[in-house]
């Protein structure tokens, strides 16, 4: 069975086609792309192109990409450098770094935290799922911070009753492009899977989509751009970069909801999980999680504030 996806190009600048898919759908990698263009999945209105370096020129042209049905696979644990922050009989709290994707999916069969955490300890095999094993909740691939992987079956069913019931803390630090209209503010806004691109989410109308709910406030303006707190009190999909961007600050180097080339030398989203407070099993208060800004990001800052 192949399922089809379809993108519409919506650039003012000539871009390659793999490039363009690549950029637009953040689960894909190039090297994956590459392979669906290669082997004559990808028509660009309706003609086949085989050709990597395609170049897709005028809005509105139809790219139709033919996703063959994953095939069931074992996750083979690797020895990969975790950056752990602690660690007992219940939980792992990672650090993880941009460029990893959570779980293995299409086209990123490998490298992932998942097989990370199984290269670190196998015992958490099975646990939550075959898939995502110990995995308890998400971060985007370019998004870097807290991540908690569960060691247990009680540990697990603990620390997803606490996100499902909103009973967690997380803040995160975003550097945006263009201010915000107020220093301060709260997003209320749904969000749903947009009906163009499946591999994106957008604000939903009313009657549609699921409750979104963003706190920001500006911690220093560094000219053209605005470096912010954000918490977030629900846990939708892309929830903070798409709510940013609907207020006309997007995520700076978020090539999927801001500009189509990032406005620095960045080669990642510039949105860090800083902290999460949760309860440990037993615990009657919560601990508190901090990953430190990545070198990478502080060394944008310090080029901003010279």
């Known amino acids: 069975m192949v399922n089809v996806m379809q993108l519409v190009f919506d650039r003012d600048e000539a871009t390659r086609l793999d490039v363009f898919i690549t950029q637009s759908v953040s689960d894909f990698s190039r090297s994956w792309v590459q392979n669906l263009i290669e082997t004559g999945r990808i028509t660009v209105g309706n003609e086949v192109v085989n ?31 975790l950056d752990i922050l602690f660690e007992n009989d219940d939980v792992i709290v990672i650090n993880k770094p941009a460029g ?44 870097s911070g807290v991540v908690l992987v569960a060691k247990n079956d009680l540990a697990h069913h603990w620390f997803q009753k606490q996100f499902k019931d909103r009973a967690t ?43 979104a709910i963003t706190i920001f406030h500006t911690m220093k303006q560094l000219g053209r751009y605005s470096l912010l707190k954000v918490n977030i009190l629900t846990g939708r999909t892309h929830q903070i970069r798409v709510h940013l961007a609907s207020i006309g600050s997007p995520v700076t ?24 407070a949760i309860y440990l099993p037993g615990d009657t208060e919560k601990t ?13 800052l310090k080029i901003l504030e010279s």
């Open 51 to 81: 050709k990597n370096s395609f170049l897709l020129t005028d809005k509105g042209q139809v790219i139709d990409i033919q996703i063959p049905q994953a095939e069931p696979i074992a996750i083979e644990p690797e020895t990969i450098l």
């Open 100 to 143: 990893m994707v959570m779980h293995p999916s299409a086209g990123h069969r490998f490298g992932t935290l998942v097989n990370a955490a199984l290269g670190y300890d196998a015992f958490i095999a099975g646990i939550g799922g075959k898939m995502r094993p110990g995995i308890v909740h998400r971060l985007d691939k370019d998004t």
């Open 169 to 211: 803390d997380k803040e995160y630090i975003a550097l945006v492009d263009k201010h915000p209209p107020t220093l301060a503010g709260k997003i209320e806004a749904p969000i749903y899977r947009d009906p163009k691109n499946r591999k994106k989410m957008a604000i939903a109308p009313e009657d549609k989509g699921k409750m």
């Open 253 to 276: 180097g978020d090539t999927m909801y801001g500009f189509a080339s990032p406005t620095l030398a960045i080669n990642r989203q510039f949105l860090h999980a800083k902290t999460l």
């Open 288 to 300: 508190v999680f901090t990953a430190e800004l990545p070198d990478e990001l502080k060394q944008i």
